[in-house]
Structure formats: C-alpha cells, structure tokens
C-alpha cells in the first residue's frame, strides 16, 4: 500500500507589505546629476549677454532661382554660382556663448565691434541698405561689361576729411576727384595709386566735380604720413548711375550687407550669356563691388569658408587679400582664388573652362 506523497514547492519569503526595493546608488548619482546639467542649461539659456555678439557659419545658396530678369533673353546654364552667409546672433544666452567658446568655427565679437553705436533693429536696417546698394551695383557692373551704358562720371568720392592736412584747404565732403596729374580717375584706388607716386612735397593737381555737376582745378603741396606722401582725404569710389534698360531683381530675403556684390555680379553675367560662363563648376563667391568692378574685402571669411566646406563647392572666389584665411578653414578640400577684379574673377573662370565670350573686359 502506497503512502499519499506531498509535493514540497519552495517559496522565497515575501517582503513586508510596502517596503520598496532600493535602487542602485550609481543610477541616483546618474539621475542627479542629470537633473542638475538640465536645470543648469536651462538656467544659463536664460542670461542674456548683451556685450559680446556670435558670428557663425550661415550656408551657400544657389543665386540662379533668386534671380529675376525681365524683356530680355536669357539662358540656363551647368554650373552654379552661390553666395554664402553667416549667422550673426547679437543677443547670446550665456550657454551660446560657452558653446562658442568650445566651437573654432564660431567668433565671439565685442558688441560695439559689430554694431558700434546702432541698436539691433538700426543694425538690420543698414544691412538691409546695404544689400539693396550691392544689388543695383552689381547689375550695373554686369551690365558694362556686356556693353549696356549704366554707369558714367566714375571717381573718388571725398567721405572724410582731417584738420590740417592740404585736403583741408581746397575740398569739401561730398566732391568728386574725377582727374588727378592728367590721369583719370575712376576709383577710390586710382586716387590712392596716383598720391603714392608722388613724393612728399610735391605740387598735387587734380579735378574735382562739385555736388552742383560743376568741375574745378586744385593745386596742392602733399604733407607727411608715415614717410609717405599724404592729400588727408578718406574716399569711397562714386559712379552716377544711370536708368537700366530693363528690370533686374534679386529675391534675397533675410540676408543684409554688401558682402554678395562679386556673386551677384557672376550670377547675372551667367543668366545673360548663351555659353557656360562657369564652365559647369559649382562656384562660391564673396566679396563687395564697386561701381568700376573692384572687390573689396568682407567680414567673416572664416566663418564662411566653414559654411562653404559644409555645402560643398568646386571653387571659392574670395577678395584678394582674404585668400590666407579661407585656406586655413578649407585647405586643399576646395579651390580658393583670390580677385581683386570682376575682371580677374571673369579671367579665373576663363582659364578652368568657362567661357566668356560676350563680355567686355576692362571696359571702364
């Protein structure tokens, strides 16, 4: 006869009714530690600092479906030229400001560096200025060069003046030097280049045009300034523009400053000429125009070259004296040509392929 067997089943005692299991002490370390970095963040994300301003890279951007050009032909092309940008935040939170600190690609400016005397909202209001002037310059400047009248009386405009110097004695702001030693004027550099020929002391005669559209003769003895000859004037290139012969216009939104002039310029000469004027390269240009097709030098070329290395590019044509400082951001990873010229930038372009045929060279 059998015995009646029990099963024997182990139960692990069950803990006192409410009390939790703890957790570890590393994931209480993690989380506070967590929670803290967070409310700190947040907490520096909310202090504004009003005295430094952050210059970051911006992005290129295809010039080709911003531009508008009206009763006229026109033709596509392979290439593509683009202008590029920087991000500028005038009103950094302190925790922006500690990431510029750990980030190369970003400059920490004093605020009075970029803004100088002007509010935020007067800030915007000149690059807003100064962007509508580099349109009308730089379809101007295209413009001469296939052979359309835009641009006449072309020479150096008096900006400023200094106290006791021979400038003091014979101009006034806002007169025009168009001839200088019986050579014409037609830029602030060609005033420049002519002084620095001369020797301290030498008798100076120029032309002026007058705001009144009359012209006289001036005769000056050149001073002293760091072993140069020196006139005391501070000049700007003038040109009187004329009526376009038909509407030209770029829909650039939400970007200020003179800065885009040289890839305005290449980008209207493209839309206007039948031959691929890139030669099919995808090309980044910056730098400001003037009236007689000189470029000038921009702010922000590291930051840039930055933006420009992230978009990709074939080519960066740059102001002539900023090649140095596009090359340590980029390297060999893309081209960098200097210009100091539309011209130079135009004969660049010639020798990797483009074609410019059409174009004026050294018309003014």
């Known amino acids: 006869m059998s015995e009646r067997t029990e099963n024997e089943v182990s139960v692990p005692s069950s803990s006192p009714r409410g009390q939790r299991r703890k957790a570890p002490l590393w994931a209480v370390v993690c989380v506070a530690t967590f929670s803290f970095l967070l409310l700190s963040a947040l907490a520096l994300d909310r202090i504004t600092i009003t005295s430094k301003v952050l210059t970051s890279p911006g992005q290129t951007r295809s010039l080709a479906p911003m531009l508008t050009v009206d009763d006229v032909q026109t033709y596509g092309a392979e290439g593509r030229i683009g202008m590029v940008t920087v991000k500028s935040n005038l009103e950094p939170s302190l925790l922006e400001l500690i990431g510029g600190w750990l980030d190369d690609s970003i400059r920490i400016s004093d605020r009075h560096e970029i803004l100088g005397d002007r509010t935020v909202e007067q800030n915007r209001t000149l690059g807003r200025e100064q962007m509508a002037k580099s349109l009308d310059v730089a379809t101007r400047v295209a413009l001469d060069r296939l052979g359309y009248d835009v641009i006449d009386n072309a020479g150096a405009l008096v900006l400023q003046i200094m106290p006791g110097t021979p400038a003091a004695q014979v101009l006034q702001l806002g007169d025009v030097i168009v001839e200088a030693e019986d050579l014409q004027i037609e830029s602030a550099s060609d005033l420049g280049e002519v002084v620095r020929s001369k020797n301290i002391g030498d008798l100076f005669t120029f032309s002026v045009l007058e705001v009144d559209g009359n012209r006289r003769l001036e005769s000056v003895r050149l001073s002293e300034r760091n072993g140069n000859a020196f006139l005391g004037v501070s000049i700007g290139t003038y040109a009187e523009m004329l009526e376009l012969p038909f509407n ?117």
Request: glycine residues 16%; without cysteine; negative net charge.
């Open 248 to 364: 030209v216009d770029f829909e650039v939104n939400r970007v200020g400053g003179p800065s885009a002039g040289l890839s305005l310029t290449l980008a209207l000469l493209e839309r206007m000429l039948p031959g691929q004027l890139l030669g099919g390269l995808k090309v980044v240009a910056t730098g400001t125009v003037d009236p007689v097709g000189n470029i000038g030098p921009v702010g922000g070329v590291e930051q840039k070259s930055h933006a420009v290395m992230r978009g990709g590019a074939d080519l960066f044509l740059v102001p002539e004296s900023q090649v140095e400082q596009a090359e340590e951001v980029l390297g060999e990873m893309i081209r960098v040509i200097g210009v100091p010229t539309i011209d130079d930038a135009l004969r660049e372009l010639k020798i990797l392929g483009g074609d410019i045929s059409g174009i004026e060279l050294g018309t003014r």
